[in-house]
C-alpha cells in the first residue's frame, strides 16, 4: 500500500511540473500550424503567381487551362513546376516566431527585395479579380536542420514578426526555370544530310551515304584542299541533337527580316528540319521549321535482313506494320505546334554549328616531305 501510495504522489508531481512547464513555455513558440491555412482548398481560385527579387520577376499567369510566363511573350509555363511549387506553399508549416525588429530583418533575409543589397524573394498569388491569395517574404534557409527539411526565414509582407517555417520554399526568379527549355531532339545517327547557306558565300553540304554511318562527308572540296578531321565536320550532324534555349520570344520580332544564315537538315526517314538565324536587337536569335520528304524515305536503302529471334513486328488492327511514314508525320505536327509561334537564342556552341561556314571545314593539302619530288638523294 506504501508502494502504490508512492506511485500516485509522483505522478502527480511529474503531471503538475508538466503543467507547468507548458504554462511557462516561451510565447514566440507556435504549434506548428499551417502558413496559409486555407490555400489547398482555394489552388483553383489562383490566376497569377509573381516571384520577384531585386534581380530580376518571374509572372505566371493562368491563361484558359495553361499557365504561361506571361514576361516571355506567354510562352506555356511547365505545369509540374507550378503545380509542385503550390503545392509545396500549400504545406508549408510555421514552426515559431522570430524577431520583430526591422534592424535585424537584414540577417534573416526577409527584409524588402528592393532594399538595397536584399536577397529576399517577394511572392504574391492573385485570384481572377487580381485579389491577393497569398503573399510572403521569403529569406535565407536555414541549414542548421537534423529532420533533413527544408526550413526558410520568412515574413508576411505586411506583419513585423518574422517566422521560421518549415517546407520547400525554394523558387527561381528566373522565367526560363519555369518553361521546358527542350525544342528538338534527332539523334545524329537519324540525319542524312545538311546544308547550311549564306548570301555571297560558298555553301556548306556534307551528307552520309547510310543510317550505319558514323561520319559525314564534305560535298564541293575544291583542289589544293582537303576537309578537315572528321570529327570536325561530322559535328555539325549533331545540330538538331538534345537542342535547349536559354530564352523566347514571339516570332513578331523577325516578321519580314530575312534570315542571315538557313540550315536545312535532312533525316533518313523523311524529317526535314529548317533552320534560320537572325540578329535581333544585338542577340542571334533562331527559327525552326519541320516538314515531312516521303523522297528521302523512298531513297534511303533497306537494312540487311538479320536473323533474329525477336517476336515480329506488331501489326496494326487491318493487318499491316506500323506506317513509320505516319510516325514522322506526327512528329512534324507535333514539332511545328511547339515552335511556330517562337524564335529562340539558342548556346553559344549550338548557334556555332548552324552558323559554320565552309572555310572551316577545310584545309590545305599539306606536301608529303617525303614524296619523290622533295626527298634528298640516298
Not at 504549434?31 to 489562383?46: G, M
Not at 559535328?235 to 536545312?264: E, H, K, W, Y
Amino acid at each position: 500500500m506504501r508502494n502504490l501510495l508512492f506511485f500516485i504522489i509522483t505522478l502527480a508531481v511529474v503531471v503538475t511540473a508538466w503543467k507547468a512547464s507548458q504554462t511557462s513555455a516561451p510565447s514566440t513558440e507556435i504549434d506548428a500550424q499551417l502558413l496559409y491555412p486555407s490555400l489547398n482548398e482555394r489552388i483553383n481560385e489562383i490566376r497569377r503567381f509573381s516571384i520577384s527579387t531585386a534581380k530580376s520577376k518571374t509572372q505566371l499567369e493562368l491563361k484558359g487551362s495553361e499557365w504561361v510566363v506571361a514576361n516571355r511573350d506567354s510562352y506555356p509555363a511547365n505545369f509540374s513546376a507550378v503545380k509542385s511549387t503550390l503545392l509545396h506553399l500549400a504545406a508549408t508549416r510555421i514552426v515559431e516566431e522570430k524577431t520583430s525588429d526591422p534592424a535585424n530583418y537584414a540577417t534573416l533575409g526577409v527584409n524588402q527585395p528592393d532594399d538595397d543589397g536584399s536577397e529576399s524573394v517577394l511572392i504574391e498569388i492573385r485570384d481572377a479579380a487580381d485579389a491577393i491569395v497569398a503573399s510572403l517574404i521569403i529569406g535565407k534557409e536555414r541549414t542548421a536542420n537534423s529532420l533533413n527539411i527544408p526550413n526558410y526565414f520568412a515574413r508576411y509582407p505586411n506583419d513585423a514578426t518574422a517566422l521560421l517555417v518549415q517546407g520547400d520554399l525554394k523558387m527561381s526568379d528566373d522565367p526560363i526555370k519555369w518553361m521546358d527549355t527542350s525544342v528538338v531532339n534527332v539523334s545524329t545517327e537519324r540525319v542524312q544530310s545538311v546544308t547550311i547557306e549564306r548570301p555571297g558565300e560558298t555553301v556548306v553540304q556534307l551528307s552520309k551515304a547510310a543510317l550505319s554511318d558514323n561520319f559525314f562527308e564534305l560535298a564541293g572540296i575544291p583542289d589544293g584542299f582537303t576537309a578537315a578531321p572528321r570529327a570536325t565536320v561530322s559535328s555539325v550532324g549533331a545540330v538538331l541533337l538534345g537542342v535547349r534555349f536559354q530564352d523566347v520570344m514571339t516570332s513578331d520580332i523577325v516578321s519580314g527580316l530575312t534570315p542571315n544564315v538557313s540550315a536545312t537538315v535532312r533525316t533518313f526517314d523523311g524529317l526535314v528540319a529548317t533552320i534560320e538565324l537572325f540578329d535581333v536587337n544585338e542577340r542571334r536569335v533562331s527559327r525552326f521549321h519541320f516538314s515531312f520528304d516521303q523522297h528521302l524515305v523512298a531513297a534511303t536503302p533497306a537494312p540487311a535482313p538479320e536473323s533474329s529471334t525477336e517476336e515480329p513486328d506488331p501489326i496494326d488492327e487491318k493487318g499491316s506494320k506500323p506506317d513509320a511514314k505516319q510516325s514522322v508525320e506526327d512528329e512534324v505536327e507535333t514539332l511545328n505546334g511547339a515552335v511556330e509561334k517562337w524564335v529562340y537564342v539558342l548556346p553559344d556552341y549550338k548557334t556555332r554549328l548552324i552558323d559554320k561556314r565552309f572555310d572551316e571545314l577545310i584545309k590545305p593539302v599539306e606536301e608529303n616531305k617525303d614524296s619523290p619530288e622533295t626527298a634528298e638523294p640516298k
